[in-house]
Every structure is written in structure tokens, then in C-alpha cells.
């Protein structure tokens, strides 16, 4: 089978993908606005946005394997930090033959086009596809010094090697005017006790060996396709977004006066390294950057103190998307991006299809007008060399160990146990957890059921693996098993808060709204003013045709999370059906906007533009719903009214 590439005028002659790991639109609209981002300012400029909405769980090596695979976790086979050792019989880092699907680097491969890959996630060992490939592990170990070699089978081809540990950038490198941007007060923090100096130099010197081993390859200019991951605004906001103000009541002043510049800082640096990016890039390139989440940087960032939160709990569920170049409209904005749209937009301007096993679309909107291609099957149908490894490529315990205690040193992972059969069993289980929070994010509810109930009997009687199974049963409307499942664990007053969520929408969905709602008001004003408990009664509410009670409640979830697509549709509703047709639609728009795949988004919508007199655009409307929801008869019968009255 050959796959051949589309030509047309406007498709552009290569493509950059920049991975900023946890780039959040919170901090950088500010920074742009402030003059603080001169680069990206220019190229959003010129170029399309939006928000990229990530899957979950929202764990790093996950993430970034689904933007290099347009797949989920239960596709791609990625599930966690660490998976079991099948030399050791212990555990290691995960690593490029976790991967069982084919990544846009391999597809490229067999398409006969040359890229470059630098520091992915869960790259190493390094693929020997065509063109070159640098891993994620050429960090430097404990104890190195600067002329150091790059940890075997960390590049490819080889004999790129000696030439690319040229241009890594140890932390004893580094002077006062690389850390004063950063800390401009580090003459007299150094001088204390426990100071992050030393990390944060750490931190610098890795992102800038990242990006001088990019920048190295891409001036070759023999490439195709060159994707280049930064991990430097995800490690410094686990290190230091704690001191970003405005400051957090538990963070001492003197604490906050060190590290508030920390996080700007970094955003700063990556736009510095962006316009050398784009240099080099030039006019002919198409320039993606992409983020897998965002970080929670305001009010809501969780307690810092040790044992309070751990690395995931300060993730922010949208991340960002931002392109430049040939093939893109300028000034375009992005609708319902999803971090599983990015596969098939890459391979869009690379004139490619994507597979019908991508569960991601095409980011037309953001693109200028040219064709896609028909979909294949799937590009893991497709025969020949794609540069993968095989699966059982052995991997060598020394290099395994140091990855290890990289994730150790970053709080990714607790560091291992002396029990390594203990500790193989623990990441079995974990990975597990994960895909099954995978499946229940994708509504593959009976999937992700059957996942936990094969985990061991030790694992599976945890309170938090029961309790995501009385949430999948509850998709699943086993409204009987979440009460069985809760009541076996002590419910609400064992649980708490989410067992009172959870038994309030199973009352809500047997139709018990007054019931869901006195047991929600029940739980006490304490413990009633977080989001989900908000939005849950705006649906009781709702179905007791209480519509300005829900907008209350809904407006103030709006007002924490004005991205909450999910808010915005129900106050659209709760506006159609209090006759403001105008304002609902308004606010359809903003939901659809901020999540596209949602079919009873679009049948309000069209509802809207119907009782506005605009039968043609709700035809429109539902359309998208009957597409999104091909057996909803409501949707449907819609559908068949508009265009009536739309002839």
C-alpha cells in the first residue's frame, strides 16, 4: 500500500511542532499584552489559536504520546511513568517500546520524509526512523561534568552523538546572567538554607540543551518534519508556581519575594527560544505549538505543603494551540481543539490522511482552505519500515536506574522500594488505574469496568479504584451498583463530598431532582460552593424549571472558570427557555467554541437561530448534533423542521 501526498499552492513545504509542556493561555495573554512576549505576540499575529482541551488522566507521558499518535492510551500503550522491567523483574521509566502505535515521526518514516525529534516524551531508546532523533534522556547524571557523553542509544543516527553532546549546556555553565531574569535577588537567596537555586539551574540548562540540539539539527535543513518538546514550563511550575502571585496565603513572604519572578521567567525564555525556532524555520514552514494542559496559576492552586497535593492535582485541563505559517489562516480561532486533533492536523499539512483510528479531527478552522485527504483505515495497516523498535528490545539497567531516579529527584514518582516485586506489582496496578481512567475520559465506561474489576484484590478495594467504578457505573446508569458500590465503602459519611455527588446525579438521573437536591443542600454550605457541586445543582434546578436559581449558581461557575463549556451550555439553555434566544445563542457559541463534540450544544443552538428567524444557520446546527449523534431523534426531528422551513 502507498500513500500518496496531496499537492496543492497552499500547503506549506514542511512543519515545526513545539511541545511547551504545560503552557497555560492564563499566563501567556497577560505576558503578550505586557510586551513580555514579543515573538509569540508577532505570531499570533499572523497566525490561528485557541484552547487545546487534554484527555485523561492528565499525566505527561500519556498526553504526549496521544499529540504524537492522535490516539488514546488504550490505543497507544503508554500508561504511566514507569511500567514493569521484564530484565529486572522490577520496575523502569517508560520508554519508545511502550509505544504499539505508530507516532507521526514513523508514519513520516514510511512516507519517505526526513524528521527531526527531539526530547519527546518516552523517546528513549532513540527510534532509528528516517532522519535523526534525539531521546529524552541525554539529561546529565549525577555527577557528570560538562564534557560528559550522551547516555548510549540517546540519538540516532550514532554518529550524530559526539556532535550533539557539543551543544548540551551543563548547570556549572551557567553565570548570574542566566539565573537574575530568574531570581534577581539570588546573591542573597543563595545564601540560604534549603534555596532552589541549584534546581532551578538545573532546570535552565536542560531546557537550553533541548533547544540548542533542535536548533543544531534544524540548521541542517535536510528535514521534513521536525518536532522538538520543551519540558522546562512544566518542571518550573512544579517547582516554583507555589511563589507566582499573587501570593498564596501559605507561602512566607520572604519565599515569595525569591522565586514571584520563577514563572514568567520561563515563559519569557521559551519566547527568546521561539524566535530563533522560527529563524530557522523560515517562510516555507508551517510552525505548530501545542501544550498538553495548562497549570493552575490563580485562587485555585492547591496547598503546596508537603503531602497536600501531588504534581497532577496542579494541572488545568486546557492547554494551548497556536500556529503560523503556510496553510494557516491568519487570525483564524480555534473551536473545540482536543490534544488528539493535533496528529491529523500535522498530517493535514503535510498533505497526509489520517487513520479512521484517530479519534481526533482536522483543525479546518485554523487552516487555509486546502483539501484533506480521505481518511485511511489506519496507518498501523500500512506496511513496511517505520523506524519503531521492536517490543522486546532490551533495554540496559544502568540507563533504567538513572531515568528512575530522575522521576524520583522531580516528584513524578515515589522513589522504589527495596521490594522490587512489591514495587512491579504497585506500577501493574497503577498503570491499570490510568487506563481506566483513559477509557471512562473516552465513555468507554464498560471497558474501563472491566479493567479495575481485574485488578487484584488488593488494588481493587481501594476507596479511590471503587469509587471510579461507581462513577463509571454511574455512565453506565447502573444507578443500583454506584449505591451498592458506595454503601459497601461507608458513603457519604466515609466518603465525603464526591459519594454526595456522585448519589445526587443518580437520583437526578431517575428523575428525582427535588431528591438530588435536598441531598446536596443537605452536605452543608461548607461544602457546597466548589464547582462540580454548583453545577450539579444548577441541573437540579434546571429540571424543576428553576432557571434563574441555576443561572445563579451556574454564572458563579463561570465566574471561577470562564472556560467551563459545560456551564455555558446549560446557562444557554436556561436563557432559551427564559425567552432570551439572543443571549442563549451567544452562549451556545462560547460552549461549542471551547468544546466542539458536543451534540446537545448544537441542537440548542440551532434551537436558537430558530426561534431568532435564521432557519439556514440552524440547519447548520443541526446538522452538526445529527452527525455528532446519528441515533437522536430529537436532534433529527429538528433537523427535518429547519430545512422546511428553511426551503
Known sequence: MTIDRIAHPSLPRRVLL???????????????????????????????????????????????????TGKRADAHGVLGFTEPD?????????????????????????????????GWYASHPAEPITGAMVSNQTDFAKGDGPLAPLPPRSVHPAALAAELAECRVHPSELDASAVLPFVPDAERVIKREGNRIGKLMHMIAQTASVHAMATQLMSRGDWDFTAVYYEGIDRFGHEFMEFHPPRMDVVPQEDFEAYRHCMAGIYRFHDMMLESLLALAGPETAVVIVSDHGYWNDHRRPDPREGRA????????????????????AQAPLHGGSILDITPTVLALLGLPAGRDM?????????????SQERIASWEEVPGDSGMHPADLRIDPAEASAALDQLVALGYIAAPGQDAQKSRRDTIAANQMQLAQSLADAMAFQKAVGVIDALEAEFRASPLVRLLRAQCLHGLRDFAGVRAELESLGGEDAIGLPATLLLAAAQLAEGDAGGALARLQAAGDARTSGTDVRMLRARCHAALGAHPEAEADL??????????????ALLAECRLKSGDAAQALELGMQSAALRLSNPKVHLLIGQAFMVLGSAAEAVTAFEAAVAQAPGWDEARRALEDAQRAAR
Not at 509569540?40 to 492528565?58: D, E, M
Not at 479519534?359 to 483539501?371: C, H, I, K, N, Q
Open 310 to 329: 501531588g504534581p497532577v492535582d496542579w494541572h488545568r485541563p486546557f492547554g494551548i494551540f497556536a500556529a503560523a505559517g503556510p496553510g494557516i489562516r
Open 555 to 568: 454564572r458563579a461557575c463561570v465566574s471561577v472558570e470562564p472556560d467551563h463549556s459545560e456551564a455555558l
Open 359 to 371: 479519534p481526533g479531527r482536522v483543525l479546518a478552522e485554523a487552516l487555509d482552505g486546502f483539501p
Open 18 to 68: 513545539i511541545g511547551w509542556d504545560a503552557a497555560d493561555w492564563q499566563i501567556i495573554r497577560p505576558m503578550v499584552e505586557q510586551g513580555l512576549m514579543p515573538t509569540l505576540a508577532g505570531f499570533l499575529a499572523r497566525g490561528a489559536a485557541g484552547n487545546l482541551a487534554t484527555t485523561r488522566p492528565i499525566l505527561s507521558p500519556i498526553l504526549w504520546n496521544t499529540i504524537a
Open 86 to 118: 521484564p530484565d529486572s523483574g522490577g520496575i523502569r521509566t517508560t520508554a519508545s517500546t511502550s509505544r504499539r502505535a505508530k507516532a507521526l515521526w514513523n508514519i513520516l518514516t514510511q512516507c519517505g520524509l526526513r524528521s527531526n525529534i527531539v
